[in-house]
């Protein structure tokens, strides 16, 4: 694993309105990960530990009653449990085909978003869109 440069950081939409400070501090946290076809990422219930940015591959993430969709986007983000309570992963997270991630640890990256509240504040706007969007899948109250 290596750590994350700049731009790489710079093109993802979680991370687009940052300046160039704030991405110094993100960029040693983050480590880039080769992952295999049918690796688990996250499972329901466990201990969120590990924040994830999908950078290729497709990923397939499940909930309870049989509730499913798949991320293959560049800069869909799994495990933002990593940074709400109570700290444990809503879904599992299963790679549908081989793919690169950027992995940060959950505690680091708390930290940062605890220790710098103008950093922290531009991240949890954009975790906090992606999590409402997801939520009517999480728990089945979305509308066709």
């Known amino acids: 694993m290596m750590s994350t440069d700049i731009q790489t950081l710079k093109s993802l939409d979680l991370f687009a309105d940052l300046n160039f400070g704030e991405l110094e501090q993100i960029a040693p946290l983050m480590h880039l990960m080769k992952v295999a076809e049918g690796e688990v990422l996250t499972r329901k219930g466990e201990p969120a530990r590990t924040f994830f940015i999908i950078l290729s591959g497709n990923f397939m993430l499940s909930f309870k009653k049989e509730r499913s969709f798949t991320l293959h986007n560049k800069g869909n983000i799994i495990g933002w449990s990593t940074v709400v309570t109570p700290f444990r992963y809503t879904g599992t997270a299963v790679a549908l085909t081989d793919g690169l ?11 940062l978003i605890q220790s710098d509240s103008a950093l922290g504040d531009k991240i949890m ?13 999480v728990t089945g109250t979305w509308r066709d």
Request: charged share 30%; aromatic share 8%; hydrophobic share 40%.
């Open 101 to 111: 991630v950027l992995s940060m640890p959950g505690q680091e990256f708390l930290r």
């Open 125 to 137: 706007r954009k975790i906090n869109k992606i999590v409402s969007e997801r939520m009517p899948y």
